[in-house]
């Protein structure tokens, strides 16, 4: 069982940036992490992943350009920075994991790991 925790949320104006952090237990069978996010009333939607085997990323059209998603040399921390913050990027933002290869890295259901979010509110 792999556990997971964001950190790093908070306030910030439009047009700013802000850091988050998902340090997980143990990432030795972990083949894909994940960010999400869910605005109040809308379903959780796919931020960004990264393969943690090479390193590449995937993202969102939405966030494509102004967020990046990065992982650290001890490999036990993913970060999402996220610059040009936008107030539609307000939400409540998940760190996911899968140690499955095979999966799509956009479908929420191909994450059996997750942590309890952290919030980003981002004000106009």
């Known amino acids: 069982q792999v556990q997971l925790a964001e950190s790093g949320g908070g306030l910030v104006q439009a047009g700013g940036s802000l850091i988050l952090t998902c340090t997980a237990s143990d990432t030795f069978s972990i083949y894909y992490m994940a960010w999400f996010r869910q605005a109040p009333g809308k379903e959780r939607e796919f931020v960004g992943a990264?393969?943690?085997?090479?390193?590449?990323?995937d993202y969102a059209d939405t966030v494509k350009g102004r967020f990046t998603i990065a992982k650290d040399v001890s490999e036990k921390n993913m970060y999402l920075q996220m610059n040009s913050l936008k107030s539609e990027d307000t939400a409540l933002y998940y760190c996911?994991?899968?140690?499955?290869?095979?999966?799509?890295?956009?479908?929420?259901?191909?994450?059996?790991?997750w942590g309890q979010g952290t919030q980003v509110t981002v004000s106009s």
């Open positions: 996911a994991a899968s140690p499955n290869w095979g999966i799509s890295p956009r479908n929420i259901a191909d994450y059996p790991y």
């Open positions: 990264i393969r943690y085997s090479t390193g590449s990323a």
